[in-house]
Structures are given as C-alpha cells and as structure tokens.
C-alpha cells in the first residue's frame, strides 16, 4: 500500500508565533543532542496525520483506544493523534528530552488541539523503554529516530512496544527516505555500516508484521511511514 499526504490537519490551528516558538526549541535541542533529536526541525501535518492512522482507523468506534507517543518532542504528531481521539481514549506520551516534555505538559493546557486531549493524556519524561509493563496499549506511534541508534538499541525498542502491545494491537513509525544513500556519501563508515545494520533489522520487522507504508513528501526531510500490527493470540 502506498499514499501520499498533503499538508493539512492539526497544524492548520497552528498560529505562526507558536509554530516558531516549536521550532526554536526543537533546532536548539538538536543542535544540542543531535543522536536523540534526530531531525532539525519538527514533522510537518501530513506526516502527524500519517501517522495517526490507526487511531482514526479504529476498528471498534464504540471501544476508546489506549495510545502511547514515543519520542514526543515538541508535540508535533501528539497534535495529529489529539486531533483523531474520542471521548474515553488515553494518550501517553513519553518523552526522554526533559526540556521537551516540559514544552508538551504545557501545550496540554495551552494548545487549542492539545488542550481538548489535556485530561486524557500524560507526559512522561523518561526513556520509553523505561516506562515498565504494567500497561498495554491498542496503538503505538513511535518518532523515535531509529536510523542514529544501533540495532541492538532498536530491537530492545521493537521488542518493548510488542511486549506492551495488545494482540490485535498497531505499531506506526517513520524513517527519513534516502538516509541510507546520504550517509554512504557524507557519513564515517562505521556509520554507515551501522546505519545498515539498523535498517536490516527495522526492514525484518516490517517484512514479518508491515501492513502498510506510505510516503510522506510533505516533510522535512520526506519520510516513510510503516505500520505494523501484532498478531492476535492463537490458541
Ligand atoms: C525525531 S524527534 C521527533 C519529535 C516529534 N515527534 C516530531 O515528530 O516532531 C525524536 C524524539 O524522540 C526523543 N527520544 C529519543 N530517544 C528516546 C527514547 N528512547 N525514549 C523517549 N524519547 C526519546 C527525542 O528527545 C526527540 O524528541
């Protein structure tokens, strides 16, 4: 399966001055920490909207949805998902950048898309493989940027959201298109063979449980998304 997005959705509330005040924040926090930020500015609203597919496509309109954000920033596709939740849905949207997740509690009371969700969701400034499983979730959207961490990281990623995962339950992430090709040219080669290793293991994942990607244009830097779901139990 494969779609294209145009801008539209939650940013279109976006006033300019709050659109500035997200992206200064999220260049001075990747000027900072560059391997965790992974990008330089904040996703677009058609990667956001993207990536909240499986929250607009839930399978049962009369059962609310628990939702958790990994890697929330400054809360650019926590406004997509806002934007798709019902009454009875719970985000949590955990973030390891505490200058970020303070920016997030706030936008749960400010933001005219966040603000309706504010009582719903949670922020947790914590890695999110640290946030323990003794909770399980309908849908996973990750903005954690896989391709800067080596694969050992990644599959202790992969295996924590399928282990909080329900049966039955999505997983959507995003990748940048042409990293791999830009890295051969610019990056050191342990890099590079690094990268390689990560995306083999993130193209396993997607081989055994993708049920969609989609290419998104209207972002900086364009992106895959990927959707995964987990089997349901067999007996
Ligand atoms: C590429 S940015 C995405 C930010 C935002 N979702 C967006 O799309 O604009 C990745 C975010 O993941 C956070 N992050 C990186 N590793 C993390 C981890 N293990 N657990 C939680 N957050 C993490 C970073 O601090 C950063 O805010």
């Known amino acids: 399966m494969s779609e294209t997005h145009s801008p539209a959705g939650p940013f279109s509330s976006l006033r300019l001055d709050e659109r500035l005040r997200d992206t200064r ?11 965790a930020t992974g990008s330089v500015v904040p996703s677009s609203g058609a990667l956001a909207r993207a990536m909240a597919e499986y929250v607009r496509r839930r399978p049962d309109p009369d059962r609310p949805l628990r939702i958790l954000e990994a890697g929330a920033g400054t809360g650019a596709i926590s406004r997509g998902i806002a934007a798709e939740m019902l009454p009875g ?91 791999k090709e830009v890295k051969a040219v610019i990056a050191r080669r342990e ?11 993130v193209q396993e994942w997607i081989d055994r449980y993708g049920i969609g990607s989609e290419r998104v244009f209207a972002n900086i830097p364009p992106a895959w998304v990927h959707h995964l779901r987990k089997p349901e139990k067999t007996s």
């Open 191 to 201: 890099d590079y063979l690094r990268q390689v290793r990560t995306s083999w293991l």
């Open 25 to 35: 924040l999220f260049v001075a926090q990747a000027l900072r920490t560059f391997h």
């Open 89 to 179: 849905d719970t985000l949590d949207l955990v973030e390891a950048n505490p200058e970020f997740a303070a920016h997030v509690e706030g936008l749960l009371k400010t933001d005219a898309v966040l603000s309706r969700v504010g009582d719903s969701a949670r922020v947790h400034a914590k890695l999110v493989n640290d946030m323990g499983t003794d909770r399980s979730y309908d849908v996973i959207v990750s903005g954690l940027p896989f391709a800067n961490f080596t694969a050992d990281a990644v599959r202790e990623i992969l295996d924590y959201y399928f282990e909080v995962l329900e049966p039955g339950g999505t997983l959507s992430f995003y990748g940048y298109l042409y990293t």
